[in-house]
């Protein structure tokens, strides 16, 4: 299985970015979508993430910013991001968990924000 994520770019501070990632094929045992980022010599964090039953989670930092979705039938998942600031500039990464232990990473996609 392969996950293609998209919609990183640039944008100045405030504005907005749709990121998506779809998986290459339909993952049966799927359980957990989900965003983490990893900024210039930092460590790769976790930005948010959704159970297939529709949970969400996210970290403090874009709390109130960020919006993760989900469309099961097609194993995709989305990251609506507003009211972006320079500090969430990072290569952000997708990443579904299965049921049975397996788990799958997309290769990231960059966004900047200016300020």
């Known amino acids: 299985v392969q996950l293609q994520a998209s919609g990183g770019g640039l944008v100045q501070a405030r504005g907005s970015l749709r990121l998506s990632c779809a998986a290459s094929r339909s993952i049966l045992t799927l359980n957990v979508m989900g965003w983490y980022r990893q900024a210039p010599g930092k460590q790769r964090e976790l930005v948010a993430t959704i159970t297939t039953s529709k949970l969400t989670n996210y970290d403090e930092s874009v709390k109130g910013r960020f919006t993760i979705s989900g469309d099961n039938a097609k194993n995709t998942v989305y990251l609506q991001m507003n009211s972006l600031k320079p500090e969430d500039t990072a290569v952000y990464y997708c990443?579904?968990?299965?049921?049975?232990?397996?788990?799958?990473w997309g290769k990231g996609t960059l966004v900047t924000v200016s300020s």
């Open positions: 990443n579904f968990r299965t049921y049975n232990g397996g788990e799958y």
